[in-house]
């Protein structure tokens, strides 16, 4: 989308032009458009018998991944978990369907290696919401 600033309307209309599933929520003069995106779930895969080097590298690979996600507008945040449980972290992608969310994950070098495995989930979200 161009850097211009749209009202609300306008960007609902721009995103539906897109693909994107948006619907406005709230009432008067407090309306928040809402955003369909999708949550990678990030799970320990079934191939995680790699040595540490190959893991290290699969690591970087991994991060250079999301960093050009986001960089191309497709990854709005992921990171770790902190513990050791079986959900390792999440990715919130900005895509206009699902599909296109699952492919992009599996194209993650250590989806791709096994090391992770995915689950995507549809998640609404306020357009232009941030963590505080």
């Known amino acids: 989308m161009p ?3 749209l009202d ?3 960007e609902a209309a721009a995103l539906q032009e897109q693909g994107y599933q948006t619907f406005f929520y709230g009432e008067g003069e407090k ?3 809402m955003q369909q995106y999708f949550i990678v779930f990030l799970k320990k ?3 995680r018998n790699q040595d540490s080097l190959t893991t290290a ?6 991060l250079a991944h999301l960093e050009r996600m ?6 709005s945040m992921a990171g770790p978990f902190g513990d050791e449980g079986d959900i390792r972290g999440i990715a919130v992608y900005n895509t206009p369907n699902l599909e296109m969310a699952d492919s992009l994950a599996r ?3 250590m989806v791709a290696a096994g090391r992770l ?10 357009k232009g919401s941030a963590l505080k």
Do not use: F, K, M, R
């Not at 590298?57 to 991994?62: I, N, R």
């Not at 986001?70 to 990854?75: K, V």
């Not at 495995?117 to 306020?126: D, H, L, R, S, T």
């Open 3 to 5: 850097d211009t600033i």
């Open 31 to 33: 309306q928040h458009l």
């Open 57 to 62: 590298e699969l690591q970087q690979e991994h």
């Open 117 to 126: 495995a995915i689950e995507v989930y549809p998640w609404w979200a306020a």
């Open 8 to 10: 609300p309307e306008q």
């Open 45 to 47: 895969g079934e191939n």
């Open 70 to 75: 986001a960089s191309e507008g497709y990854l």
């Open 107 to 109: 194209l993650d070098p």
